[in-house]
């Protein structure tokens, strides 16, 4: 008996590279799905060639490497120029292409837009294969790392630490130089305090700069990243990506970066997806973090029906009266209490971030016989009122009123993130600048929604359906090169 032999090295083999991709290789999808969009609108550098200098490379070449890479968790440049020398399915997807890593990294730098049109586009084909519906959408967040860490990131706190620590150490230096009499110490001295200037004047400098912001922190290698807690207990500097769900196939329709927290994002996501798929109307599913006054009210407006979780009560302690039991009278103005008593205000708004609120109590809490049981406040129960309270209402109503509804969210939205972070390894980022992480995270989406696809309907209906937008391409392409022709000719003309 004898080992399994190979194959000789030296032999010569007539071999021809389709015969070593096999059919349901994920390197044919992407070749279709990047043969059928449209490359002219959507922004890509170096699309129309100059008559003069070296011919760069196709966009579409770059565009495949890249979702090819991305579903293989090969994400840095260097990594994709390794395998497009090593990878057999790189060979045949490329043409045999061996871009540097200065190429393949300057065309995710500079295209960040046209990624996202990618995104945007494919997201369109599926309204139009049928796999979105557009009448429940699910939003929600996800956190990842930036280039950036948590010793590059400064609040004020950390700012004014560090000059006080800076200051401590110059006083005990000038303290230790007044008592020296040896010339070799006050020179070791004297260096130490230019030394904690020059640390001094970086620290105002941050501080000139954070004040100027309007901001609450500053980071110094990616100006745009933010500390917030990324995991259950673990902070770290980074993005907050928002994403949005159709409920029908659980697609991907919209993505962008957002603040800190998700309490300013809920319009910002609801309202572009509907522009994206031209809806009337629809529902959105968002946990308690979405839960704003102005942001419900935004949607509303725009025909969109909310069913964001409620907020938790604010009470003054978790042991007091909890504000359901106290009813608004919306003709009046004016609450009812537990025991009967009216909470009247004065009608004068208090300005609060992003939206304004009125107060309401009674002088019947002085001799209130359940004063204890309500409030620890020594001028009685008090009730701040948004003004969008109403609003707020009609919201929380509906998610209680349809709770097996709303507990689709998490069957909508959520899971994706899993995917994306723990099986692609999409924890971090390896870009600068809002616009350039955004061009990662619809990178991802756009796999993520081809790779559903073939889940949905399988490889080969896929494939089927991609090809039916290639006529209107190749129609696309001819009517440009009819617009390129005209124009050659008017300038002709004109010369």
């Avoid at 390197?27 to 043969?35: E, H, M, N, P, T």
Wanted: proline share 3%; with cysteine; aromatic share 10%.
């Amino acid at each position: 008996m004898n080992y399994i032999v190979g194959e000789n090295r030296n032999q010569i083999q007539m071999i021809a590279l389709e015969q070593l991709v096999a059919p349901d290789s994920w390197a044919r999808v992407i070749d279709l799905f990047v043969d059928i969009l449209p490359i002219d609108e959507l922004g890509f550098k170096h699309v129309k060639l100059q008559s003069e200098g070296r011919p760069p490379y196709n966009p579409v070449t770059l565009l495949k490497l890249y979702l090819y890479g991305y579903k293989h968790s090969i994400r840095s440049s260097r990594k994709l120029e390794h395998s497009c020398k090593v990878n057999v399915e790189l060979w045949w997807l490329l043409g045999g292409l061996m871009p540097s890593f200065r190429t393949i990294a300057y065309f995710r730098k500079n295209n960040a837009e046209a990624f996202r049109k990618v995104f945007r586009q494919f997201v369109l084909m599926l309204k139009d294969m049928g796999l979105i519906e557009g009448e429940t959408i699910g939003i929600d967040s996800f956190k990842i790392f930036a280039q950036n860490s948590l010793r590059n990131n400064y609040t004020q706190k950390k700012i004014d630490r560090h000059l006080e620590y800076i200051d401590k150490r110059i006083k005990d230096f000038e303290a230790a130089l007044d008592e020296t009499d040896k010339e070799e110490e006050k020179e070791l001295l004297e260096s130490k305090i230019k030394l904690q200037q020059d640390r001094r004047k970086k620290y105002e400098t941050l501080d000139t700069e954070l004040k100027n912001s309007n901001d609450t922190q500053v980071s110094l290698t990616d100006k745009d990243s933010r500390a917030l807690m990324l995991t259950n207990n673990v902070s770290g500097v980074g993005y907050a990506v928002q994403a949005a769900s159709d409920s029908k196939h659980k697609l991907l329709v919209h993505s962008h970066i957002g603040a800190s927290t998700d309490k300013r994002e809920l319009s910002t996501a609801a309202l572009t997806v509907q522009e994206l798929l031209q809806l009337d109307s629809f529902n959105t599913l968002s946990d308690a973090g979405y839960t704003s006054g102005d942001q419900l009210q935004a949607c509303k407006y725009s025909g969109i029906c909310t069913y964001s979780s409620p907020m938790p009560s604010t009470s003054p302690n978790s042991n007091s009266i909890p504000l359901a039991e106290f009813h608004y009278i919306n003709d009046g103005d004016y609450y009812i209490c537990p025991c009967g008593e009216q909470m009247t205000t004065t009608g004068k708004w208090r300005s609060r971030p992003n939206y304004r609120s009125k107060v309401y109590k009674t002088s019947a809490c002085v001799n209130c016989s359940i004063r204890e049981k309500c409030t620890q406040n020594q001028n009685g129960r008090v009730i701040e009122r948004s003004e969008y309270q109403d609003i707020i209402d009609e919201n929380n109503a509906r998610v209680i009123g349809n709770r097996n509804y709303y507990k689709l969210r998490q069957q909508i939205i959520e899971h994706q993130f899993g995917i994306l972070k723990r099986q692609w390894g999409f924890t971090y980022t390896l870009m600068k600048g809002k616009a350039n992480v955004l061009s990662e995270v619809n990178i991802f989406m756009t796999i993520y929604n081809l790779t559903r696809c073939i889940t949905i309907m399988g490889m080969d209906e896929l494939k089927r359906r991609l090809k039916a937008f290639l006529p209107l391409v190749s129609l696309y392409m001819s009517l440009l090169l009819i617009k390129d022709e005209m124009q050659k000719k008017e300038l002709y003309l004109v010369i």
